[in-house]
């Protein structure tokens, strides 16, 4: 082949080279780690969000806590009113246990030298004493006359500042409560010691920070103005409203001993006020008045070593409670409406003029002592040993007519109008009842015959709460006078419910709201007390029936209402419910003359 026609192939590209493998691995790693370093910048970014978000709620926490404690030691001065409230109850147990152990002494000095001694006696001690007891009551004891209950929830409805307080609660107040109480039970009287200690221990309080007032305790007087500009008010006015509602719990607590029967007896009976501030209050006072009354005298339960439902099947739990509850209930009810009805007579005009009130304590005293007679005595007194002998069936107990007789016993001795609560007499009606109530149950079963202290017990707790209205204080009151805890409790829970309801069906009004409902009743002409004839009409922030039983939970107390009266131009509560019925609570009261203010606040409710 010649040379023209030699054909030359020319490469189009240069060759291109083969990869090297150490050179392709170098770059995979330089790839990597490009990859790597970015991935470990953002953990480090995401860890610095993170310590930083740490580093603000650690630095914001400490922060707040170190803010909250000098706001403590700033706020140190309401701190010192708790535990001057502290001893407050303390001193309210002290009296309860003096006051406990005084009226056991009087009413065991009773039965050994006049009951069993002299039996005649009683036909001089009842109409010839409680007409006494009274004189010494209107002249120089004003404010001390009934249990004190009702006195006390009267006051709640005082205007701020208004005078008339110290007439329910007072020194004097303590000293006739406590002397002419102790006075009733001598004489033979169905008087009990719990009202009065209720009253009492109210006073010891109100006394307390009206002495801090006047004092100028420096702490004390500090907060008190504080909040007296926070609450729109004089605070030493306002403070005292919360100081009755504290003194009925720690009285209740230092009567019976114990502490949640207080605060129950509190919320239920006078918790128009209820605030957390008040229960805060409310717990230091109850807890040491409790504790001071237990330290002196021993936890003692009223009812020992007494067997309760053993053995009953939950049949015959089902055949005795319902029929026990209900009557007992409804028994409890009708006391109640009689009570007030005798209440509402004294007031007419042929009574209450003198010398009506002494004639009609004069005849009180003396069906009082028929009552005895016809009992061989076992209606005089508080009655508390009498229920102890029908739940521990000791001998033969009182006779079937205790229960009836008692009732009316305890009937005349509240009407007379002299000092004495209606608790522990109430307590003895209802184990009376139950002693009735049991003739009938025990032919049921063989195992019903045998648990008479049974029977009696739910009736009690019963009738306690149908005459009351306040299944929760009877509840627990009564179930704190036990020294066991068996299966009573849900059968005494139930009980107080059937009472309850059972007595609303006779009488729809609770028995202390009925008798709060007529206020502080006018001084006695023959008051010798110079101090109480100066002072001008009591001034209401509302008139009607006040029942202090449905509470109103909405805090009206930083309201403040004019300091005056002006009853015909009243504005009836339920009126205003009719603009704003989804928000206000159903209130059986009537305000004088309501500010714009709480008409605006219950139109923003």
């Known amino acids: 082949m010649s040379e023209t026609s030699r054909v030359t192939f020319a490469p189009t590209s240069a060759p291109q080279a083969l990869p090297d493998p150490q050179h392709t691995a170098k770059g995979g790693d330089e790839q990597k780690g490009i990859h790597t370093s970015c991935h470990n910048a953002k953990k480090t970014d995401a860890a610095k969000v993170v310590m930083s978000e740490m580093s603000k709620t650690h630095t914001g926490f400490w922060r707040q806590y170190s803010k909250q404690m000098r706001s403590l030691v700033g706020d140190i001065d309401s701190k010192v009113i708790l535990c001057y409230i502290g001893l407050g109850g303390i001193i309210v147990g002290v009296l309860a246990a003096a006051f406990a152990v005084s009226s056991e002494a009087v009413e065991d000095f009773f039965e050994e030298n006049v009951k069993l001694a002299n039996p005649k006696l009683v036909w001089l001690t009842l109409p010839l004493g409680l007409p006494f007891i009274l004189m010494l009551s209107r002249v120089l004891f004003d404010g001390t006359a009934g249990s004190g209950i009702p006195m006390e929830m009267g006051a709640l409805f005082l205007v701020d500042g208004d005078p008339n307080f110290g007439r329910i609660f007072s020194f004097n107040i303590i000293i006739g409560k406590f002397g002419l109480t102790l006075l009733s039970q001598l004489s033979g009287a169905s008087a009990g010691r719990e009202g009065p200690t209720v009253q009492i221990s109210s006073s010891v309080f109100v006394l307390m920070i009206q002495l801090a007032t006047r004092l100028k305790l420096p702490l004390i007087t500090a907060a008190l103005k504080r909040n007296g500009c926070d609450r729109g008010g004089e605070a030493s006015a306002l403070l005292i409203h919360d100081l009755i509602v504290v003194g009925g719990a720690a009285g209740i607590s230092g009567a019976f001993e114990t502490p949640i029967g207080g605060i129950v007896f509190a919320i239920e009976e006078m918790g128009n006020r209820y605030t957390k501030t008040l229960g805060h209050t409310m717990i230091v006072g109850v807890a040491l008045s409790s504790l001071a009354s237990i330290a002196l005298q021993g936890f003692s339960p009223v009812f020992e070593d007494f067997a309760f439902g053993e053995g009953l ?270 928000k206000v609570l159903d209130i059986h009261t009537e305000y004088i003359s309501p500010p714009p203010e709480l008409v605006e606040r219950i139109s923003i409710l």
Not at 503 to 522: D, E, M, Q, T
């Open 313 to 582: 099947s939950l049949a015959e739990w089902l055949a005795v409670l319902p029929f026990v509850s209900v009557l007992a209930g409804a028994v409890g009810g009708l006391w109640s409406l009689v009570c007030v009805y005798g209440v509402r007579m004294k007031k007419t005009a042929v009574i209450s003029k003198l010398p009506g009130p002494y004639l009609a304590a004069f005849l009180c005293g003396l069906g009082c002592a028929m009552c005895g007679y016809w009992t061989n005595g076992e209606t005089y007194g508080s009655g508390i040993p009498q229920a102890k002998a029908i739940l521990a069936k000791e001998g033969q107990g009182p006779s079937l007519s205790f229960a009836p007789l008692k009732m009316v016993s305890l009937w005349l001795t509240y009407w007379s109008g002299i000092p004495g609560g209606i608790f522990s007499p109430t307590i003895a009606i209802g184990t009376g009842l139950g002693r009735c109530f049991f003739e009938v149950c025990k032919h049921w079963s063989p195992l019903i015959a045998e648990q008479e202290p049974t029977v009696a017990y739910i009736a009690t707790t019963a009738y306690f709460a149908g005459v009351t209205q306040s299944p929760m204080t009877a509840f627990v009151i009564l179930l704190g006078m036990l020294d066991q805890i068996t299966k009573m409790k849900c059968a005494m829970l139930v009980a107080a419910l059937l009472g309850w309801t059972a007595s609303r069906f006779v009488n729809p009004k609770p028995l202390y709201g009925a008798l709060a409902a007529s206020l502080i009743p006018s001084l006695p002409p023959e008051n010798v007390q110079c101090n109480l004839g100066k002072l001008p009409a009591p001034q209401y922030h509302h008139l009607g029936a006040v029942t202090g039983k449905h509470a109103l939970f909405m805090e009206l107390s930083e309201v403040t209402l004019p300091a005056r009266a002006s009853t015909g131009q009243g504005q009836s509560l339920r009126e205003l419910k009719r603009n704003f019925t989804s």
